[in-house]
């Protein structure tokens, strides 16, 4: 009983002896600990998702705070437990409070459920930095798997002295951690973290922290990247960007570096409330674009390989000997519970798509949800209206380019073309909001075969990819220095010819079965070589047989989608 009443103290508290309440986590009963953690995610103060699977993901039940003050109970009480169908029209990324969000448990879906001990170890690293971090998360295959891990392969030393969690989780294989760091104020952070970290930068660093800003936001995607420090006895490369910089990407798609590495899971931290409702933005228009390239039916595989190569379209690592071409279909096949949470939730609030058995394809289901070995089917609906309004609530700088490439393709004059655009802008002359629904131009963009529309829009991702993409490859030569950035390219090109030769025994692998001279072989196995299909298909533009030839007229843009 004392264990919970000092626990219930420190939930009343949370600006105050956080850490001690992490702490007693561990020997408190499990309901006041579900208890703690659905009060600190409401208000922001815990990073993390409810406690357990099907009270995190059901956002149709009715949550229970616990406050701090009746202020924050009045203000809680306010807010709905489902935000409102058209909160994305008018997002407010001003916003500077948890309890200013469109509904009590928005974002989620963001927050991936992972080891507590790891995360934990994770967290023990962001506190070795005394700058001051708003945002932060944890990334890449050092963190969730990408490939099964042979049994047969000897352990790694690449950690100095790993915490006993990290050695677990990375099965001995000793992968660098990734993270980015979101922080307000570019050139005092800088300041701060060569007064305390100066081995971590290159010789730029000695230029000082001026320099080092104006590195970091003229150049590239606005990131700022100290790759093989030691942080705890852990190997790390983080990476630093201004927050402003970051909500900017993830609403409009201006480089898509940073909003791409968001549309996989990732290992929220620390968050903030502008980023959360930026990054609920972000995850929304992944699947819009995905499927305005998809077609009328497919399956969930299909839709997280559409959406997990978006960001490697154009990637000039992509191009180079310098990534595996298989990643996109390591990433959906070993994640896939994960791609589930992220975007199951977004789907079940889209008018115009849905699981063909919405009963057992649910979140809040484990049968399903923590199965890797179903693959559930989706269906869209292919009116060109809806479609259209896909289109038309697009990101806003992501919106543009699309639009001229078809003013391309269309041929439309100049100065008609600039009266659409300014009919379709987001605000009136009068700076009023006005409703985001797809017209004539964005009804017939919408109606074009599979093939045109992977092709123009294709064209348009790898156009926002490439320069920010290839502009940070070469600043890594300066931010990381000579020795880092070599040692970053040599295992990057192992990791290419990883992929070759694992890409080569599959190969070898199917002619034997072909030829009758291999077993059943192993579902992974053959989930990876489906999924690395469905990826290829996602990303080149070929020909296809379309099925939403036929579809015509321009209905009244009165008939929209009901909300």
Same mark, same amino acid.
């Given at each position: ?112 459920? =992972? ?18 971090? @708003? ?72 230029? #000082?922290?001026? $320099? ?16 093989? $420090? ?9 990476? $630093? ?65 559409? =959406? ?54 649910? =979140? ?23 479609? #259209? ?9 992501? @919106? ?29 002359? @009068? ?133």
């Amino acid at each position: 009983m004392r264990v919970t009443l000092s626990f219930a103290h420190l939930a009343g508290r949370p600006g105050l002896c956080r850490h001690a309440a992490l702490r007693l986590q561990e020997s408190a009963p499990l309901a006041t600990v579900a208890r703690l953690q659905k009060r600190e995610y409401a208000t922001g103060s815990e990073e993390t998702p409810l406690h357990g699977s099907s009270s995190a993901w059901n956002s149709s039940s009715t949550q229970k705070s616990y406050p701090s003050s009746h202020a924050s109970s009045q203000t809680r009480s306010q807010r709905p437990d489902v935000p409102p169908p058209d909160w994305d029209e008018n997002p407010d990324l001003s916003i500077s409070a948890f309890s200013e969000l469109p509904s009590t448990n928005f974002g989620v879906n963001q927050h991936m459920i =992972i080891n507590n001990e790891f995360k934990e170890a994770l967290r023990q690293i962001l506190w070795q930095f005394r700058a001051p971090i @708003r945002y932060a998360f944890a990334y890449g295959s050092g963190v969730f798997p990408q490939t099964a891990q042979p049994s047969n392969k000897p352990p790694t030393n690449l950690h100095p002295h790993p915490s006993s969690a990290i050695s677990t989780v990375q099965g001995g294989s000793g992968k660098m951690i990734d993270f980015i760091f979101g922080v307000s104020h570019t050139q005092h952070w800088h300041s701060l973290n060569l007064q305390q970290h100066r081995n971590h930068y290159s010789g730029l660093g000695s230029l #000082g922290s001026y $320099v080092v800003s104006r590195v970091q936001d003229d150049v590239g995607a606005g990131v700022y990247f100290n790759p093989f $420090v030691t942080v705890n006895g852990t190997l790390i490369k983080y990476g $630093v960007v201004n927050i402003d910089t970051l909500c900017t990407d993830l609403s409009e798609w201006s480089t898509l570096y940073l909003a791409g590495r968001l549309h996989k899971p990732v290992k929220i931290l620390r968050d903030d409330p502008r980023v959360r409702l930026a990054n609920q933005v972000n995850l929304l228009s992944a699947v819009r674009t995905a499927l305005l390239l998809l077609p009328e039916k497919f399956s969930e595989r299909d839709l997280y390989a559409t =959406i997990a190569s978006i960001s490697y379209i154009g990637d000039v690592r992509m191009v180079l000997p310098a990534e595996d071409k298989s990643k996109v279909a390591n990433i959906v096949t070993h994640q896939l519970p994960n791609f589930r949470r992220l975007y199951a939730p977004l789907i079940d609030t889209l008018p115009n798509v849905s699981f063909v058995d919405s009963a057992a394809a649910r =979140i809040d289901n484990p049968s399903w949800a923590d199965d890797p070995s179903l693959n559930a089917q989706l269906h869209q609906d292919m009116h060109p209206l809806k479609r #259209g309004n896909m289109v038309r609530r697009l990101p806003k700088t992501f @919106r543009e380019k699309v639009y001229f490439a078809f003013q391309s393709r269309y041929r439309i004059p100049q100065a008609e073309f600039d009266r659409m655009l300014e009919d379709s802008a987001d605000e009136d002359a @009068r700076g009023s909001i006005k409703r985001r629904q797809g017209g004539v131009f964005e009804q017939r963009v919408a109606s074009e075969p599979r093939d045109v529309l992977a092709r123009e829009v294709g064209g348009v991702i790898r156009k926002t990819i490439w320069w920010p993409s290839t502009s940070q490859s070469l600043k890594s030569l300066f931010t990381a220095g000579v020795a880092r950035s070599w040692r970053y390219v040599g295992e990057k090109v192992e990791k290419w010819r990883e992929g070759r030769r694992r890409e080569k025994e599959r190969g070898e692998e199917a002619s034997r079965a072909k030829d009758g001279g291999a077993g059943d072989g192993g579902g992974a196995e053959r989930g990876e070589k489906r999924a690395k299909g469905e990826v290829e298909k996602a990303k080149v533009p070929e020909p296809e047989e379309n099925d939403e030839k036929g579809i015509e007229g321009n209905e009244s843009v009165g008939e929209q989608e009901k909300k």
